[in-house]
């Protein structure tokens, strides 16, 4: 079955180092997703990504984050400029058209020392 | 702005017995998505429901919707150790980027 792959699995990055996640969604997908979970806590959005654009951001997704779909097929977030407090699972998702529920990645554990 | 609360946060329960999660939204929403997490793990997809009076079972899980309570249940029937994890609600929206917002989850730990 076609799944969402995520790399790395976990990173570990100084404070004000710049990170990137990588995903790999699924290939006839559309609509791309990024959240991330906080240890212990719920599944917050981040940003939805449609047509090669945001079409949707959360207040977290501040000036310190963006989004690429360098070439058709990886999906990329960057976090330029990292704090303690971005230290999360960060979670890459995927959608087919209609009804279809989002497909979920295995994650990145991002730690900021 | 929508809410998603569900309830309860922690559940502890014998191998055998039937429970419900309770899934509370705040505003008109037309899809309700029930998800589960192992710990470390990623999010697996569970049910989908689109309609007011949707119902899904599968194995041991039935979720249902009522749209105009904002309303969906999860019930568990005849709980074994391996449905331990921790579920949870979301709730999308059709049309624009139908983000989902999630409850805090429910962990659910069956007991021997």
């Known amino acids: 079955e076609p799944e969402v792959t995520q790399t790395p699995s976990h990173q570990v990055t100084q404070m004000g180092q710049e990170v990137i996640l990588r995903c790999v969604p699924i290939?006839?997908?559309?609509?791309f997703y990024w959240y991330r979970q906080i240890l212990g806590q719920k599944v917050e959005f981040l940003v939805s990504f449609y047509n090669n654009e945001i079409s949707e951001k959360s207040e977290i997704f501040d000036d310190q984050f963006s989004v690429e779909r360098p070439d058709g097929s990886n999906f990329t977030l960057k976090i330029r400029s990292t704090k303690l407090e971005d230290s999360a699972m960060y979670f890459c998702?995927?959608?087919?058209?209609?009804?279809?529920?989002?497909?979920f990645g295995d994650g990145t554990r991002l730690s900021i020392l | 702005e929508l809410k998603v609360e569900q309830n309860p946060l922690f559940l502890s329960m014998q191998e055998g017995k039937n429970y419900t999660i309770y899934c509370n939204y705040s505003t008109t929403s037309d899809r309700l998505y029930w998800y589960r997490q192992d710990p470390g793990k990623s999010l697996e997809s569970l049910f989908v429901?689109?309609?007011?009076?949707a119902v899904k079972q599968e194995g041991r899980l039935m979720a249902s919707l009522d749209t105009k309570a904002r309303l969906s249940t999860l019930h568990i029937t005849a709980a074994v150790h391996d449905l331990s994890a921790t579920y949870f609600c979301?709730?999308?929206?059709?049309?624009?980027?139908?983000?989902?917002?999630f409850g805090k989850g429910t962990k659910l730990t069956v007991n021997p």
């Open positions: 979301a709730v999308g929206r059709q049309g624009g980027s139908e983000k989902l917002v």
């Open positions: 998702a995927s959608r087919g058209p209609g009804h279809q529920p989002q497909h």
């Open positions: 290939s006839n997908h559309l609509y």
């Open positions: 429901l689109l309609s007011n009076g």
